[in-house]
């Protein structure tokens, strides 16, 4: 599932210094020194309207996977000892592996965090917890709901690097698509197991989809 490797593109001049690649020729070893820092999935902005571009990116989609992860940890405080949650278990797994990957993007970039993770934190939560009240069903329309919202939105942002520079954006691009792969999967995972037997679903769907839509706005700007 979270398969990529993000190795390619490796800058290695700044733990391959001069000195060390004319020792190398002499002795013909090859350098052994590993860097212990991540590879950055970014590329160096040009200018100060790609860092800005870039960082609403990673901001919003980190909102986002936080999110996800505050409903999914609702979800189990209400169904965690029910048949489904093992169910719900593994796809909050996988949203934590996506959390944990933006928190890394964030920090090697100094992208600061929207200032309404607080709020997401509680309303995430609370939103998890009360569809999950509702049942199973109700849990799983949530999840419909939140991972077409968010496949939707990773999907927008996949057009737009890829009109601007899928060459430049390879790495950031392999990252949102791999995510939204996995978001497609909860969304049909969702479906496989009743969202829509849920009463009022199409009703709880679009409000759960407005607060999304509200919530992906805000977030790229505050
Ligand atoms: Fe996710
Ligand atoms: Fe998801």
Redesign the pocket.
């Known amino acids: 599932m979270h398969r990529t490797a993000y190795t390619a593109f490796y800058d290695w001049s700044h733990i391959i210094s001069p000195a060390m690649i004319r020792q190398c020729l002499k002795c013909r070893a090859v350098p052994l020194q590993q860097s212990t820092r991540a590879y950055s999935v970014f590329p160096t902005p040009l200018d100060s309207e790609e860092k800005e571009m870039l960082h609403r990116i990673v901001r919003v989609d980190h909102a986002g996977?936080y999110g996800?992860n505050r409903i999914y940890a609702g979800q189990m405080a209400v169904l965690g000892r029910s048949k489904t949650g093992p169910l719900i278990q593994e796809m909050w797994d996988?949203?934590k592996k996506?959390l944990q990957k933006f928190n890394e993007i964030l920090a090697e970039n100094r992208v600061r965090p929207t200032a309404l993770l607080p709020l997401w934190n509680i309303a995430g939560f609370v939103l998890g917890a009360s569809t999950a009240l509702l049942g199973k069903e109700g849990a799983m329309a949530c999840t419909v709901a939140v991972e077409e919202s968010?496949s939707e939105h990773y999907n927008s942002q996949i057009r737009a690097l890829m009109e601007k520079d899928p060459e430049r954006y390879t790495e950031l691009l392999q990252v949102i698509k791999e995510?939204r792969d996995?978001?497609l999967e909860h969304h049909d995972t969702g479906l496989e197991h009743d969202a829509e037997m849920v009463p009022g679903y199409w009703l709880m769907k679009n409000a759960i989809q407005l607060g999304c839509k509200a919530a992906i706005y805000v977030s790229q700007r505050v």
Request: charged share 45%; proline share 0%.
């Open positions: 996977e996800a996988q949203e996506h968010i995510f996995d978001e």
